[in-house]
């Protein structure tokens, strides 16, 4: 199956900072690659999807970019509502698989 | 609008099995993959495994000995079962949708936490 690997583990940044977190996968896959933000006592929120395309309704400062077996997931102008744990997940094969979480924090 | 929620008993107890069930309220078709996903307290997301509309399923390899996914169209619901549970087991508990043209989960339901305890 795919391994997913996220760097780093964890960060602190402040409001209005632009952060950039990556991810990546032990072999290619293409774009299917999707972005999830999770607050504790929440369900993940999905974020992005096919590597680069934003869900409805997520704002515009979260933005996706890769292919292949490499990706990032950057959030510029850092908002207080940001800090949270962000995983990837890989859907290239449908044993899905999820990095192990970047955490934001202030 | 899709919803799902979780339901099920919160307690179980070593060596017996966890049974949880996920109600879908709006489209519950077989466009979609029904999946269960957890998350170990203070751990990542674990993907559990899957059932289709019709009853088809796939499961995480590291769980299949023990993990039964089934669906009940009539209820628009499905459920996990997973037997010989450990203290390993207690996790947050999620199901979602999977939706393949997004290759994404794109709804889920609240999660619900199962402690395995004496």
């Known amino acids: 199956d795919i391994q997913m690997t996220q760097s780093p583990s964890s960060l602190s940044a402040s409001v209005g900072d632009r952060v950039t977190i990556t991810c990546r996968a032990s072999?290619?896959?293409?774009?299917?690659l999707s972005w999830y933000q999770k607050k504790p006592g929440k369900a993940p929120n999905l974020l992005i999807y096919?590597?680069?395309t934003l869900q409805g309704g997520v704002p515009s400062r979260f933005s996706g970019s890769g292919s292949g077996t490499d990706f990032a997931l950057t959030i510029s102008n850092l908002q207080p509502e940001d800090f949270a744990t962000y995983y990837c997940?890989?859907?290239?094969?449908?044993?899905?698989?999820f990095g192990p979480g970047t955490t934001v924090d202030i | 609008q899709v919803q799902l929620q979780e339901s099920g008993p919160r307690l179980v107890k070593p060596s017996e099995t966890l049974s949880l069930s996920c109600g879908v309220s709006?489209?519950?078709?077989?466009?979609?993959?029904w999946t269960w996903i957890r998350q170990a307290p203070g751990k990542g997301l674990e993907w559990i495994g899957y059932?289709?509309?019709?009853?088809?399923?796939d499961y995480n390899p590291s769980l299949r000995s023990r993990l039964t996914i089934s669906v009940d169209q009539s209820k628009q619901q499905f459920s996990l079962k997973l037997s010989a549970v450990t203290a390993a087991d207690t996790a947050v508990y999620f199901c979602?949708?999977?939706?393949?043209?997004?290759?994404?989960?794109?709804?889920w339901g609240h999660g619900t936490l199962v402690t395995v305890s004496s």
């Open positions: 072999e290619s896959i293409s774009r299917y």
């Open positions: 059932t289709f509309y019709s009853g088809s399923t």
């Open positions: 709006g489209d519950f078709s077989s466009s979609y993959y």
């Open positions: 979602a949708r999977y939706a393949p043209i997004s290759g994404a989960f794109d709804f």
């Open positions: 997940q890989q859907s290239y094969n449908t044993h899905f698989s």
């Open positions: 096919t590597a680069s």
